[in-house]
């Protein structure tokens, strides 16, 4: 972790500035008939969960360029991780990935506990082999032709499950790259039949309280088809699987040019919609830092998310998927952490009841501005303050970097390996 001296020393040289900046906006705002602080206390409680894999450096097909101070273990991991929040506030949860961050639970919660974290969603990995295992993924896993490969897969989800009851999650991503390369390799709808039963031997293991959120990829690793490849199989999935079962939505694993927006309302609509891996795309599935690419996007899923405040058992998880491969993953994610906080204040200053006016009216000039008006809102200000109120960063990254925390590190862990490419 870092002294609370240095973000103590580095806040104070910029507090000034910032009440300034905050008043001024919560002037604008209260003519506008907004209550700043309101707004602020909605942030300051607002958090999303950060992946253990995003604080590596991650890769490309082809090549990957190692850091200083690569995490070597799930504890390195979850110190990063620990940073990320110290500094922002804004993650106080961990997504945990199997086997890569499997450890004993007593030491997983006790790290947790010692950099003030909990856990998040679990996630399998049926997409790779492991040393250990006896059947291989490459032609699939809950889907493949071998029962024998099937049920090995069922049973890693079922022991994630299990893991995740013993460090306090509560709920587990399934995503897996089965799928095919060429026409004819498979039967689209064997296939399928053959992931619904595996997956309903998965979900009748959950436990209590716990849900399962299963995720669409349109293509990657496979590139003819994908057995869950978009938000219409994954709904369909949904449904035949219960009333745990959930649709998560990353946004990256879209065609270019998708109404994300638009599959997130029509999920909340059907009571499916279970979370989000939050990143940003310019060609597919980038995993580039969220709102790197299209700001305006985020905010009007945002903008959806808001607008569903309060129905019944509306409740999506939230967390970053992002791979980072030339900056500072630490940088990244809490760069990434504010711009989904931002994209969230933003939502919150829409005009609704207008809105909903100038809809009934087909008005789309003035519905559109009305989006347009919270959108190119400076939010920056509550989006500070509000760390500050919490003892975080008014600025995070420059406070990091004055840290000195990457080259201390750097000194204790095992340089990482470069060479083969592949996401981390």
């Known amino acids: 972790m870092i002294d609370e001296s240095t973000i103590t020393a580095a806040n104070e040289a ?6 300034t900046d905050y008043d001024a906006l919560g002037e604008h705002l209260s003519r506008r008939g907004i209550d700043i602080a309101a707004i602020k206390d909605k942030v300051a409680a607002y958090g999303v969960a950060i992946p253990s894999w995003g604080v590596g450096t991650g ?13 070597a273990t799930i504890f390195d991991k979850l110190d990063d991780c620990g940073v990320i929040h110290q500094l922002t506030g804004a993650t106080p949860r961990v997504s945990l990935h199997i086997p890569w961050d499997d450890a004993d639970p007593a030491d997983l919660v006790a790290k947790a506990e010692e950099t003030g974290l909990t856990f998040d969603a679990m996630n399998s990995n049926t997409f790779q082999n492991q040393p250990d295992q006896a059947h291989s993924y490459k032609f699939g896993s809950l889907s493949h032709t071998d ?34 390369n060429f026409p004819g390799q498979t039967s689209f709808t064997r296939q399928l039949d053959r992931y619904l039963d595996s997956v309903r031997q998965v979900y009748a293991g959950l436990p209590d309280g716990w849900r399962l959120f299963t995720e669409h990829k349109m293509f990657e690793p496979a590139f003819y088809s994908t057995v869950v490849q978009d938000w219409g199989t994954n709904y369909m999935i949904a449904q035949a699987l219960g009333e745990r079962a959930f649709c998560l939505v990353d946004l990256g694993h879209h065609a270019p040019n998708v109404n994300i927006e638009m599959i997130v309302a029509r999920l909340i609509h059907a009571g499916k919609l279970g979370g989000f891996h939050f990143n940003d795309s310019k060609y597919g599935d980038d995993d580039l830092d969220t709102g790197a690419i299209d700001p305006y996007r985020l905010f009007l899923v945002f903008n959806e998310l808001v607008d569903a405040e309060g129905t019944p058992g509306f409740d999506p998880a ?5 791979s980072h491969n030339v900056t500072d993953p630490i940088e990244s994610l809490m760069n990434s952490a504010m711009e989904v ?15 909903a006016g100038y809809q009934d009216d087909n008005d789309a000039l003035m519905a ?27 600025d995070p990254v420059s406070t990091f970097r004055r840290s000195g925390y990457r080259a201390a590190v750097a000194e204790t862990r095992p340089e990482s390996g470069g060479g083969g490419g592949g996401i981390v």
């Open 14 to 19: 910029t507090e000034a500035a910032l009440r």
């Open 368 to 394: 559109s501005e009305t989006l347009k008006s919270a959108f190119r809102t400076d939010v920056t200000p509550i989006l500070r303050m509000a760390r500050l109120n919490k003892g975080a960063a008014i």
């Open 318 to 322: 939230h967390m970053l998927d992002q």
């Open 147 to 180: 029962a024998a490969t099937r049920a090995q897969a069922v049973e890693h989800n079922l022991y994630c499950i299990e893991l995740g009851q013993t460090i306090g999650s509560n709920a587990l991503t399934i995503w897996v790259g089965d799928g095919s």
């Open 341 to 355: 906080q931002r994209a969230y204040a933003q939502a919150l200053l829409v005009d609704r009841a207008g809105l």
């Open 59 to 71: 890769g490309t097909r082809f090549a990957r360029f190692p850091g200083t101070g690569e995490p």
